[in-house]
């Protein structure tokens, strides 16, 4: 089984500057994928970014880049030059392979403040 | 851009109701996924639909619930008795195949659910 762990409940940072959000994951497989959505006040989840686990490139998608080190199971997000459209809850999740389920962490409320 | 559209956006119901929540997934895509977040809570699994037959189920889906994909577009998620906990957001999503293309899960904007 997946588990998927965010330990920062909450976050908030200055727009234009930069902030890095927190995951964790566990699994004995050593073929998976992981991801960040984002959900706004509207409730739509949106992907932000993916990352295969077999690829030891970080993922980089605009602003946003991953810092994956798969050793430590650790997957955190960092979002450059905040901006307060980027108030959301951020959700890390995971996924064995294609057409498996999505396990998520808990998700982080981040908000960036003018 | 292709996208998953749910109905209704909002549903009332009362407890013991059945009520059937509809998807209509990204065209060219062949998994179907139904998850549910309760307020303030994480997003669950619930099923996942392939070549016209479950391939995967969480243990919260029991037997109040069913999924079924009638037609060649709709997708959807039926409770046969409601319960005051299953009040939540329902979301659907739908994916392709990872030969080469994207295997990434992509959202519909929910259904939330109240029961009463």
């Known amino acids: 089984a997946q588990t998927v762990t965010q330990s920062q409940p909450e976050m908030s940072v200055q727009e234009a500057e930069t902030v890095t959000l927190s995951c964790t994951y566990d699994t004995s497989e050593n073929n998976y994928y992981l991801f960040w959505y984002k959900q706004p006040p509207s409730r739509q989840m949106i992907l932000v970014i993916r990352q295969e686990a077999y690829k030891q490139q970080n993922a980089t998608e605009n602003r946003f880049s991953v810092n994956f080190q798969k050793a430590a199971k650790s997957f955190s997000l960092k979002i450059s030059d905040s901006q307060l459209g980027d108030t959301a809850m951020y959700f890390c999740?995971?996924?064995?392979?294609?057409?498996?389920?999505?396990?998520f962490g808990e998700g982080t409320q981040l908000t960036v403040n003018p | 851009e292709p996208e998953v559209t749910q109905t209704p956006s909002h549903q009332v119901t009362q407890m013991g109701q059945e009520v059937i929540l509809r998807c209509v997934p990204i065209?060219?895509?062949?998994?179907f996924y139904w998850y549910r977040q309760i307020l303030g809570q994480k997003v669950e699994f619930l099923v996942s639909?392939?070549?016209?037959?479950?391939?995967?189920k969480s243990e919260i889906f029991d037997d109040q619930f069913s999924v079924e994909r009638p037609d060649g577009s709709n997708f959807t998620l039926k409770i046969r008795s409601t319960k005051l906990e299953d009040s939540a957001m329902y979301f659907c999503a739908s994916s392709g195949v990872a030969s080469g293309g994207p295997y990434e899960q992509y959202f519909g904007p929910g259904t939330r659910l109240t029961v009463t």
């Open positions: 639909f392939y070549n016209n037959e479950i391939s995967e």
């Open positions: 065209s060219n895509h062949l998994y």
């Open positions: 999740a995971s996924c064995l392979f294609s057409g498996s389920r999505l396990t």
